[in-house]
């Protein structure tokens, strides 16, 4: 990592904007003639053809899986669900009005205290552990706190992180609709290059800190509105509206008021997120049988008006907001879905930074007083 820096010690740039800071072989995001691909696959392959289990193998462990592979790594996920009491009473602790996210960062911190990085616990073991309970945890948390009850967390009648997610939540099989619809979610939100959340995962683990730190790290910044929270803030935007006229007319009027419309616009894409188009699809697909089915249509208005005034495309996270809500899913929930996810891209990261670590630490332009005497504290009135 952090290649660059001794090139040009004056060199500064707003938010990190376009500064290449180290190799990685995980991911590109945007490059030319590349668009997003995951250890050289197109998304939108990967998206059609493959599964959310078969993306986070292929993320942490450097390959597709072959059939016998995928079956073993299956297995081991279900076998990993299960949390441990002392968890479980932690998550009972926190209050009903904790957002979502600090639940999973508080949890999985705590899960970290059971399990510490040693030699028991390590690298893939550690991965794999958070791929396959983190939806035990949020989910525990959630219907306790929401309808009283205690659930399982070892059922294994769903045997994918989708499909098991969403029978935690719903209490009851999900359609294969759905399913298939958060599974390539899953697959769209796995990794993406030196994202913030990423970058910050890279930051703890180059330290030589531990596994869980680094994760932890990376769920506080991912949190964020202008990160993976904008999924949330995008949902809060479109129901708003009941037609594509109100939106149409709202939205004017917020970028009249210079407002930031959540899930618009990209640091690295400048044309548009190739993620977007195969939410959009699923989105326009769930929202057929949705009773609130007009949240498609004026998501489509506020596209139309982002892109007349100020050139601005979706990203990923505008449409996932109407495709998660088509599938029953709580609003406050969406970003813990990208954490799902995430994950595997945050461990891939890790190891790669483990790999090959030299610690992170840029250097700040200083612009605050010059040189100035101490006045000792008796002596300044
Ligand atoms: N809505 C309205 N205007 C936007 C915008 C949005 N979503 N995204 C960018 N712009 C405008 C800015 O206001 C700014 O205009 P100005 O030059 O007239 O001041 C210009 O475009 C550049 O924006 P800036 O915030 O500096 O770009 P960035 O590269 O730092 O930001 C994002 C990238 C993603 C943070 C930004 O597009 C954004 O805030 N989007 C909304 C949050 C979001 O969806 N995040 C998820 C990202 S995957």
Not at 165 to 174: I, N, Q, W
Not at 271 to 285: F, L
Not at 318 to 334: D, E, V
Request: charged share 25%; net charge neutral.
């Amino acid at each position: 990592m952090i290649a660059e820096g001794k090139r040009n010690m004056t060199a500064k740039s707003s938010g990190l904007e376009g500064i290449i800071v180290g190799d990685t072989a995980i991911s590109t995001v945007g490059k030319e003639g590349l668009g997003l691909t995951y250890r050289g696959f197109d998304i939108h392959e990967l998206a059609a053809k493959s599964t959310f289990e078969e993306v986070a193998f292929l993320l942490t462990y450097g390959n597709l899986p072959k059939s016998a592979e995928l079956h073993a790594y299956r297995e081991k996920l279900i076998k990993l669900r299960r949390i441990p009491n002392e968890l479980k009473t932690v998550l009972e602790l926190m209050p009903r009005s904790a957002h979502p996210m600090e639940v999973l960062r508080t949890g999985i911190s705590m899960l970290g205290t059971l399990e510490s990085e040693s030699t028991h616990y390590k690298d893939h073991q550690i991965a794999d552990r958070l791929i396959a309970c983190t939806p035990s945890i949020l989910l525990y948390w959630y219907r306790f706190h929401q309808f009283n009850e205690k659930i399982e967390t070892w059922n294994s009648n769903e045997p994918t992180v989708a499909g098991y997610f969403l029978y935690l939540l719903h209490g009851e099989k999900p359609s294969d609709e759905m399913r298939r619809a958060v599974d390539v979610s899953l697959i769209l939100y796995a990794e993406h290059e030196l994202n913030a959340s990423t970058f910050a995962a890279r930051v703890t683990a180059s330290t030589e800190s531990d596994f869980y730190s680094a994760i932890v790290s990376a769920i506080g910044t991912l949190r964020g509105a202008l990160h993976g929270g904008a999924n949330e803030e995008a949902m809060r935007l479109i129901s708003n509206y009941k037609t594509p006229e109100q939106a149409e007319k709202g939205v004017r009027e917020l970028l009249a008021k210079k407002a930031k419309i959540m899930g618009f616009g990209h640091r690295v894409y400048k044309k548009s997120d190739p993620r977007s188009d195969i939410i959009k699809e699923w989105s326009k697909k769930l929202s057929a049988n949705a009773r609130d089915g007009y949240l498609y249509p004026v998501s489509e208005a506020i596209e139309k008006v982002l892109w007349d005034e100020k050139k601005l495309f979706p990203n990923l996270d505008f449409y996932s907001a109407s495709a998660y809500h088509f599938c029953g899913i709580p609003t406050p929930l969406f970003t813990p879905i990208f954490v799902m996810s995430r994950l595997t891209g945050w461990s891939a990261h890790i190891f790669e930074q483990r790999g090959n670590n030299r610690l992170i630490r840029p250097e700040a332009n200083y612009n605050g007083p010059g040189p100035r005497a101490f006045v000792p504290v008796d002596q300044r009135g």
